[in-house]
């Protein structure tokens, strides 16, 4: 799995190096989360909901094969969210 955490304390330590004022309100990251965690659980909730339209496929149940694949979309924006959050702090990171 993807050191996150680590990516999150790497871009903490750019700021505090740079003397830039870390206040949690300007950053996109949430550095009292878990990152390793949330992206492990969305990872299974994706697989989760993958696994969901493929048997909701094969059983033609076009209703939970809708349900299933908003539940993909769910998944799929919360962890492009998250690693765009990363991105954003990165950033903020090189323009200081």
């Not at 870390?22 to 550095?31: A, G, L, N």
């Not at 659980?41 to 033609?60: T, W």
Request: glycine share 4%.
């Amino acid at each position: 799995m993807i050191g996150l955490n680590n990516v999150r304390e790497v871009i903490r330590i750019l700021a505090e190096i740079a003397d830039s004022p870390f206040s949690e309100d300007e950053w996109s990251i949430d550095y009292a989360s878990d990152l390793n965690n949330l992206l492990h659980g969305d990872l299974a909730g994706l697989q989760n909901a993958a696994d969901l339209l493929s048997a909701s496929l094969k059983e033609r149940d076009l209703v939970t094969a809708v349900c299933a694949l908003i539940r993909l979309r769910l998944y799929v924006m919360q962890i492009s969210n998250s690693f765009a959050n990363i991105g954003d702090d990165i950033e903020k990171n090189i323009i200081i």
